[in-house]
Structure formats: structure tokens, C-alpha cells
């Protein structure tokens, strides 16, 4: 899968099921504080990530993701690990 396509899954979802402002999806954009995504909503990330992707997220692994484009570069590298 491409960067592209991940980018473009992962803004679909958060869009759509985290009902994040499609404006606010920038690359050097911080999950907490920029996108407002708590702990709550990073449990149903878990899951659409899974569901989307085929693996699962772990804590331990995300505590450096900071931005979103360290989102989109953990989920590349998770991929292509598989």
C-alpha cells in the first residue's frame, strides 16, 4: 500500500468516524492538541486500524507518534513489516 493510499484511508476515517474537521488533517498536525484525539477516541482508532489495516496497535509502539504524519509513517511501517 502507498503512502498515498494510507493518507487517504486514514483522513477518510478520522473524518468520518473520529468527525475531525477534514481542514485540520495537515501532516505536522498533533493529535492531541491540533486534532483533539483523547483516549477515547484513540481506542476506536485502534480498532478502524485494525479493521483497515490488519494489525493491531501497540501503546507502547505510538508513545513517540506525535503528528499525524508519524501516524501515517507508523501505520507504513507496520505495513510493510507484514
Known sequence: MSREEII??????????????EH????????????GIDSLDFVDIVVIVEHHFGFKIKT??????????????????KINKK
Open 8 to 21: 487517504k484511508t486514514v483522513n477518510d476515517f478520522l473524518v468520518e468516524e473520529i468527525e475531525i474537521d
Open 24 to 35: 485540520l488533517l495537515k501532516e505536522d498536525a498533533l493529535l492531541k492538541d491540533d486534532l
Open 60 to 77: 507502547e509502539e505510538m508513545s513517540n507518534v506525535r503528528t499525524l504524519a508519524q501516524f501515517y509513517d507508523y501505520i507504513g511501517n
